[in-house]
């Protein structure tokens, strides 16, 4: 099974840049990296999906190493609304709908 | 546009009682649908999801059970509830025939059970 692993939690000043690392060092050749967030007691957030290439959309870019172990999210502008758990996650090849959901990283937006 | 319900918000149940929690969507159809389960600071783990009326495939062994009565209503079931049921639970969907990556999902706003 790929799995992510990503620091429990990180502080950002508002206004900047929040780059959130993860390392998915066994994820297969065909398998997307996804992110999402979860603001407190509400449904998680799709923000963004990447296979090899760098993504960008209107919430974030994703960034993936070459050798796709690893990839950063980043939200260019960070608001105090971006303070939530961040969950970085790929999905299993042997299950067609399963998503291996870890812990995340709590992303504290500071002003 | 596409929206998702789920109710209630909230639910404390003694243990041993029933439940049942009610999922619907709005403005697509055949969609897939996901019931999730979330432990307090932990990350989402899929109980059951369905591609289809009455097609229900389980992930994980446990005192639940879900149906899907109509192709947008997704509902969760237990005739007994345990303690370890308590958590905060998730219904989601996914789009019908969209090809990868199928784990675009769509969450609804969750249930927070307490079960005392």
């Known amino acids: 099974d790929a799995k992510t692993t990503q620091p429990p939690s990180m502080d950002c000043a508002e206004g900047r840049a929040a780059n959130l690392p993860c390392n998915h060092s066994t994820i297969s050749g065909n398998e997307y990296v996804y992110w999402y967030r979860q603001i407190h007691s509400q449904g998680p957030q799709y923000i963004i999906h990447g296979l090899k290439n760098n993504e960008t959309n209107e919430m974030a870019s994703l960034i993936i190493t070459e050798d796709r172990k690893s990839s950063t999210l980043i939200l260019p502008h960070a608001t105090l609304r971006d303070t939530a758990v961040y969950y970085c996650i790929v999905r299993v090849v042997a299950s067609n709908y399963q998503l291996i959901w870890g812990a995340g990283t709590k992303l504290i937006i500071k002003p | 546009s596409q929206t998702i319900h789920q109710w209630p918000a909230t639910l404390v149940q003694p243990v041993g009682s029933p439940l049942s929690l009610e999922c619907t969507v709005e403005?697509?159809?055949?969609?897939?649908l996901y019931w999730y389960r979330q432990a307090a600071g932990r990350g989402l783990q899929l109980l059951f999801y369905?591609?289809?009326?009455g097609q229900i495939s389980s992930e994980v062994p446990q005192n639940l059970s879900a149906s899907r009565p109509q192709d947008r209503q997704f509902i969760l079931s237990s005739k007994k509830l345990l303690l370890s049921d308590s958590g905060f639970y998730l219904c989601?969907?996914?789009?019908w025939g969209q090809g990868p990556p199928w784990e675009k999902l769509f969450f609804g706003s969750g249930t927070q059970l307490s079960v005392l």
């Open positions: 989601a969907w996914t789009p």
């Open positions: 403005g697509t159809s055949n969609p897939n």
């Open positions: 369905s591609v289809g009326i």
